[in-house]
């Protein structure tokens, strides 16, 4: 139980393109998610909090404008990282908490 | 400032030791402690630890959690190679509103030699 699933897991774009990671929880209900990002030999940075039915609350230095997040139900929250540049490229994480928090296996972001 | 400090950073050992990581941390309103192993992909969670004194144990692994002194160990007895991963340590805290996240520590980069 307490599934947590991201699509895609890799994605490669050119740059200025926007790219839609998606975060759902499979069995269980998730008012609130989190989306990470992790630069290689790093440990998870938390980037934004994400409520449904309302905005996101957005970690210090991570611009709102530039990674969309989107919680229109209560298993599924977006995250786009909109006109991306190779400096976005990282792995991209979501959680939810259910007895404890669970991870998705991440999204990988390359952008050329 | 909420902070989690984890040490080693990075730990070498033989096939067969036992390990014992640790992690210390700083943080206004704990709710709760939580390991994960990372191995290429997203963490896998370990335990969750709210209360001191009460190990949590799974095959090999075991944690216990110090709320007086504000740190946890966790440690891996009989290792295996299949053991090498970053093991992390967070702790989640609460703002009245519901959790508010992690703080997790920079990982021990556990590395089991056959």
């Known amino acids: 139980g307490a599934v947590v699933s991201q699509h895609p897991s890799w994605v490669i774009c050119k740059s200025g393109t926007s790219v839609k990671i998606e975060c759902r929880s499979l069995?269980?209900?998730?008012?609130?998610m989190f989306w990470y990002r992790q630069f290689p030999k790093q440990s998870l940075m938390l980037m934004a909090t994400?409520?449904?039915?309302?905005?996101?609350?957005?970690e210090q230095g991570v611009e709102k404008d530039k990674f969309l997040i989107n919680h229109a139900s209560l298993t599924l929250s977006t995250l786009t990282v909109t006109s991306a540049h190779p400096e976005d490229s990282s792995f991209y994480i979501c959680?939810?908490?259910?007895?404890?928090?669970?991870f998705g296996p991440g999204t990988r972001l390359l952008v050329l | 400032e909420d902070k989690v400090v984890q040490s080693p950073l990075s730990l070498v050992v033989h096939e067969g030791d036992t390990v014992t990581l640790n992690c210390s941390y700083e943080?206004?309103?704990?709710?709760?402690l939580l390991w994960y192993k990372q191995e290429k992909k997203a963490p896998t969670f370990l335990f969750m630890l709210?209360?001191?004194?009460i190990e949590k144990k799974s095959g090999r692994l075991s944690s216990i959690l110090d709320k007086k002194e504000l740190f946890s160990i966790l440690n891996i007895t009989a290792t295996q190679t299949g053991d090498s991963a970053i093991y992390l340590c967070?702790?989640?805290?609460?703002?009245?509103?519901?959790?508010?996240?992690?703080?997790f520590g920079k990982g021990t980069h556990l590395i089991i030699q056959p």
């Open positions: 959680s939810a908490t259910e007895q404890g928090l669970r």
């Open positions: 069995d269980f209900q998730a008012t609130t």
């Open positions: 994400s409520n449904e039915g309302s905005k996101a609350t957005y």
């Open positions: 943080v206004t309103n704990f709710r709760s």
């Open positions: 709210t209360s001191s004194g």
């Open positions: 967070a702790v989640e805290t609460y703002s009245g509103g519901g959790a508010d996240g992690l703080t």
